[in-house]
C-alpha cells in the first residue's frame, strides 16, 4: 500500500484545514489508519484514527472536539478535518496504515505504512 498525503497549508489561527491521504497499490479494507505528526524538534505524536472495516475511531486529547476523522469507501480516502486551528498544531502531518490492535493504535510503532508528509503552518 502506498499513502499520498495532501491539503496542508498556511491557515490562520481559528481557521480550518482538511487533510486527505489517499491509497495507491492496494486498499486500506483490512488497515487502521492513523494520522501523526511532527513538529519541529519534536517527537512524533498520534493525532487521530480510524479502523477501516468497522469505523471505530480515536484521538489525541489534544484535537479531540476540534479534530475529525472520516472515510471515503469508494475513493480509498481517509480524511482529516481540522477546525478551530492553534498555533500549536503547526507540524508535519503523516498519514499511516497498520493492522493494528487498540492497546497500541497510538503508537507509530503499530504502523508500518506511511505517507510522505504535509506541512500545515497555523500563524497570523
Known amino acids: 500500500v502506498q499513502l499520498q498525503a495532501s491539503g496542508g497549508g498556511l491557515v490562520q489561527p481559528g481557521g480550518s484545514l482538511r487533510l486527505s491521504c489517499a491509497a495507491s497499490?492496494?486498499?486500506?479494507?483490512?488497515?487502521?489508519i492513523g494520522w501523526f505528526r511532527q513538529a519541529p524538534g519534536k517527537e512524533r505524536e498520534f493525532v487521530a484514527g480510524i479502523r477501516w472495516s468497522g469505523g471505530n475511531l480515536w484521538y489525541a486529547d489534544s484535537v479531540k472536539g476540534r479534530f475529525g476523522i472520516s472515510r471515503d469507501n469508494g475513493k480509498n480516502t481517509v480524511f482529516l478535518q481540522m477546525n478551530s486551528l492553534k498555533p500549536e498544531d503547526t507540524a508535519v502531518y503523516y498519514c499511516?496504515?497498520?493492522?493494528?490492535?487498540?492497546?497500541?493504535?497510538?503508537?507509530?510503532?503499530?504502523?508500518?505504512?506511511w505517507g510522505q508528509g504535509t506541512l500545515v503552518t497555523v500563524s497570523s
Open positions: 499511516a496504515a497498520g493492522r493494528v490492535i487498540m492497546s497500541t493504535a497510538s503508537s507509530p510503532e503499530a504502523y508500518y505504512y
Open positions: 497499490r492496494g486498499t486500506l479494507s483490512s488497515y487502521a
